[in-house]
Each structure stands twice: as C-alpha cells, then as structure tokens.
C-alpha cells in the first residue's frame, strides 16, 4: 500500500497571504489528523477529520480550519498567515477514529517570510 | 497540564542500550506511545503501550511503563547508528500529547 502522501512538500509565503496543504491518507483510512511541529513548541494536535465531520480540535486560532472529503483526503488552510506559523504540517492517517494506529507523512514545510 | 516531558538529548556508543525517559500527566490515558522522527521525514510509531500493561517488548525494543509515578521508558537493546534519530513519548488523552522529544545520537 501506499504511505500518506502530503503536498506539496516545501512552500514559501509571505505574510497576509493564506495557504492550503493537501493529504492523501493510506487507501482505506478513513481518519485523518493534522499536526504543527515547531522548534519552540514540538508537535501540537491540530485537528482530526473522521467520514468528512470534525472530530476533535486543539486549541489554534479559527485561522487554521480544515475539511475532509468523501474519499478520505484532507485539506488544512491557514489564513492571513504569520511568521509564527513557520512550521512542518504533519498528517497522519488512520484506519478508525481515535485510534493508536497512526501512521504519518513527510510532512509541508512551510515558511512564512 | 498537558505536559508530557522528556530529556532533550542522549548520547549513547554503538552497540550498548539507550533509555529514554518520559513523564506524562494523565492517569487516565488509555494508550502510551513511542515514535521515531529521522532528518527530513514524519513520525514513524515504533512501539505503544496499553495502560494497564507494564511492560512490552518487541525484538530490540522494550517498553517499561510505571503507572504509579506516570513514568514511561523505551529502551533499544544493541543500539546501531540507524537508530539516530528524535524520539518522542505521546500519550492518548481526548488527542495525543507528544513530548518535546529526546534526540539520540549514536558514537563509535
């Protein structure tokens, strides 16, 4: 099978602008989760999309929002960005909502300038 | 808090054992986790635990879990250079909680 995939995998935007990642999950996932690892504040939970409904949240701004489609794929879209943004974006997908079984991407490296 | 804690650094020569610690906070997890983050790539999970386990083992990898003082440690038996590389403790509360991470470098 193939892995998660996550595109595209390096992005440059500037400041105000706003930015979609996309998540293809591992065939027959129907749970994706998307995650923020900086340097100063590790990996943060962002969301998780199970059967395209919102399941569960972190505590980020409504500037990051995401949505899920009927075949699994993800998208996360931030809004006016900020250079505190700067991150990589990981998706992980699962076969179940809320479960163990998480497997990630290579995540988006974003960089906000 | 949410704070899962871990040391930032280990060093350790090749082919002796690495442990690597991590504290966590709720007793009411259900599931303790170990990933592995190489250079330029996602998480890997390499290993969890149930909470009502207190211990796994899985070839090198052996998963010691001490419920009374939220104590959670992997080690890696005969550690080898490929296993450079940061590796995180989460635990599963209503999301998972991932430590900082304890990057472990390897010396001949």
């Known amino acids: 099978k193939a892995g998660v995939t996550q595109t595209p995998r390096y992005l440059i935007k500037t400041r105000g602008q706003q930015v979609t990642l996309s998540c293809s999950p591992i065939?027959?996932?129907?749970?994706v989760s998307w995650y923020q690892q900086t340097p100063g504040q590790g990996l943060q939970f962002l969301f998780e999309?199970?059967?395209?409904?919102?399941?569960n949240k972190g505590n980020f701004p409504g500037r990051f929002s995401g949505r899920q489609f009927s075949n699994s794929r993800s998208e996360m879209n931030v809004s006016t960005l900020e250079l505190g943004d700067s991150a990589l974006y990981l998706c992980?997908?699962?076969?179940?909502?809320?479960?163990?079984?998480?497997?990630f991407g290579p995540g988006t490296r974003l960089t906000v300038t | 808090g949410e704070d899962v804690e871990q040391s930032l650094f280990l060093s350790v020569r090749e082919g002796d054992s690495s442990v690597i610690n991590c504290t966590y906070t709720?007793?009411?997890?259900?599931?303790l986790y170990w990933y592995k983050q190489e250079p330029g790539a996602g998480l890997q999970l390499l290993t969890y635990?149930?909470?009502?386990?207190d211990m796994k083992q899985d070839q090198r990898l052996t998963v010691l879990l001490n419920k009374k003082d939220k104590h959670l440690s992997l080690r890696i038996a005969d550690t080898q250079t490929g296993d450079s590389a940061i590796y995180f403790c989460?635990?599963?509360?209503?999301?998972?909680?991932f430590g900082s991470g304890t990057r472990l470098s390897i010396r001949p």
């Open positions: 635990i149930f909470s009502n386990m």
């Open positions: 065939s027959g996932h129907r749970s």
């Open positions: 709720d007793s009411s997890s259900t599931y």
């Open positions: 989460a635990e599963k509360q209503s999301k998972i909680i």
């Open positions: 992980a997908s699962s076969p179940r909502q809320a479960t163990y079984e998480q497997y």
């Open positions: 999309y199970f059967s395209e409904t919102q399941r």
